[in-house]
């Protein structure tokens, strides 16, 4: 454990942060979840919904820094081709 207290203060910040972005992290990979199961039932209309909540979150993670901007994006679209096959052309 540190001892000076400037890195006192900074081990209890980044405790904190860890602490947020392990729960920020989780989150969006349930809401990912969510559209996969939902599309894999076959529910287009829940699928849709819940894809847009997930791309929501994954941009807002993208923004904070949480994931790349580029694998929020990958994920994001991947989502959305599971999600563009249940509808009919």
């Keep these: 454990m540190a001892n000076h207290p400037s890195a006192i203060k900074r081990h ?4 904190k942060r860890q602490v947020a972005n392990q729960s920020a992290k989780s989150r969006v990979r349930t ?9 894999e039932s ?4 829940a699928a849709a919904e819940s ?3 997930a791309s929501r979150a994954l941009a807002k ?3 904070k820094g949480l994931v790349h ?21």
């Design 12 to 15: 209890r910040q980044s405790s």
């Design 31 to 39: 809401l990912a979840r969510k559209v996969e199961t939902s599309a």
């Design 42 to 45: 076959g529910d287009a209309k």
């Design 51 to 53: 894809l847009h909540i």
């Design 61 to 63: 993670a993208a923004s």
């Design 69 to 89: 901007r580029k694998t929020a994006s990958r994920r994001t679209s991947r989502l959305a081709k599971k999600v563009a096959k249940l509808s009919p052309r």
